[in-house]
């Protein structure tokens, strides 16, 4: 399955030259999905794993380190990086403590380091999955970890909510409601 890149920022000029820059580089190794609303991204992360997410700092209605931090809450294991315009010190020790931000890439970036950065990441991603998968492995294998337990988390990590279910009153399984 292809890795994932998520992108976010409110402007659309950027959000196609990142893609543009991405798949001349990356080819057809990744597939990539763009938002310029973070509430949007942030329902989309909800319903769909990224290994990667990509998000501006100054956006309107949420800055790329809050937003981030509400995708680590849905999917600890995506990898987040910011581009920003912005070298101030706060912001990006901000970025790094509060969303743990793997990469902060300054506006306007270099092609081949954005490319290079956004490879680390998706390497990165892929280890950090690896390292899951065989800590659940030896946790099965000891006997603390039962193999359904190990199996939820698995398609948890590749569909977040996919074990989520909410029942009604009587039993019925609740649906989702229709935004």
């Known amino acids: ?41 942030l329902l989309r992360v909800k319903e769909h794993a990224f290994d990667v997410v990509i998000s501006d700092f100054r956006m309107p209605v949420q800055d790329g380190v809050a937003f981030l931090g509400d995708v680590h809450r849905v999917q600890p294991q995506a990898v987040p990086m910011i581009v920003s315009g912005s070298a101030d010190v706060s912001t ?16 306007p970036w270099n092609d081949s380091e954005l490319v290079e950065s956004v ?29 359904s337990e190990a199996e939820r988390r698995r398609l948890e990590a590749l569909e977040p909510g996919i074990t989520h279910v909410d029942w ?6 609740l649906m989702p409601p229709l935004n």
């Open 168 to 173: 009604g009153d009587n039993g019925e399984v």
């Open 92 to 107: 990006l020790m901000r970025a790094v403590n509060d969303a743990r931000v793997f990469r902060y890439i300054l506006k």
């Open 1 to 41: 399955m292809k890795p994932s890149i998520l992108l976010v920022d409110d402007e659309p000029s950027v959000l196609a030259a990142l893609q543009r820059v991405l798949r001349l580089h990356l080819r057809d190794r990744a597939r990539f999905e763009l938002f310029s609303d973070t509430r949007l991204a």
């Open 119 to 147: 490879e680390a990441a998706l390497n990165h991603a892929h280890a950090q999955r690896e390292q899951h998968q065989l800590a659940d492995a030896m946790r099965v294998q000891r006997g603390d970890l039962s193999t």
